[in-house]
């Protein structure tokens, strides 16, 4: 089946450290890749996906995640994180061959100290 | 285009009590997600629709829980009767066939 692995739980960061979360995923066929971004008390938004072509991927507020498909991972980074990224992070994927259904991680919850 | 919406956005109900929720997905999205998202479990996934069909109800714990999509703009997630164990944030979310999900603001659901 597959399966999403957010390697951390919990990051702390002092403001204008760099970031990088990591994300692998079990299935070894065409897939879509996602981060969401959840701020605390809201609603799970897009921060950026992968669907084909250029395997870095720019997203919203200065973040960015590479696809290596040999190492099947989509780790998020962000060279320099603001007290405002604090919130949880989600990666998913989905399985284009298959169905709508998108399959996400435990999530990883990142506090940035001011 | 106004997102997903969901109603209530609160609801305390007394154990044993029915209770519905609903979601208007985006027009034009046919896919319709249901998630139940706790600290303990996180982000559960408890079914979802497509053209309106349900295509996979296998995250619903249990008989109590039930859901419905009369149509393409509708849909409801029922629990009967509730339990203290169903407080939970509850999202729908849609998409289209790019699978990109939208998410609502969510359902606070506290049973007491």
């Known amino acids: 089946a597959q399966s999403v692995s957010q390697h951390n739980h919990h990051v702390i960061l002092s403001e204008a450290a760099s970031l990088e979360l990591g994300c692998n995923y079990s299935y070894g066929g065409t897939v879509n890749l996602f981060w969401y971004v959840q701020y605390p008390g809201q609603h799970l938004q897009l921060l950026l996906k992968y669907f084909s072509g250029d395997p870095l991927v720019k997203g919203i507020k200065g973040f960015e995640a590479e696809f290596i498909k040999s190492k099947f991972s989509f780790n998020l980074r962000k060279p320099s994180v603001q007290w405002s990224d604090t919130a949880e992070y989600f990666c998913a994927v989905n399985d284009m061959n298959r169905d709508d259904k998108i399959i996400f991680g435990k999530g990883t919850r990142l506090h940035i100290l001011p | 285009d106004a997102g997903v919406i969901q109603s209530p956005r609160h609801e305390v109900t007394e154990m044993g009590q029915e209770v519905t929720l609903r979601c208007k997905p985006i027009?034009?999205?046919?896919?319709l997600f249901w998630y139940r998202q706790t600290m303990m479990r996180g982000l559960e996934l408890l079914i979802y629709f497509n053209n309106n069909v349900p295509i996979d109800d296998s995250g619903m714990p249990e008989d109590r829980f039930s859901a419905k999509m009369p149509n393409a703009s509708f849909s409801t997630l029922k629990i009967q009767p509730s339990e203290p164990r169903d407080s939970a944030v509850y999202f729908c979310a849609s998409s289209t066939e790019y699978y990109e999900q939208y998410f609502g603001p969510g359902t606070r659901l506290t049973v007491t």
């Open positions: 027009s034009g999205h046919n896919s």
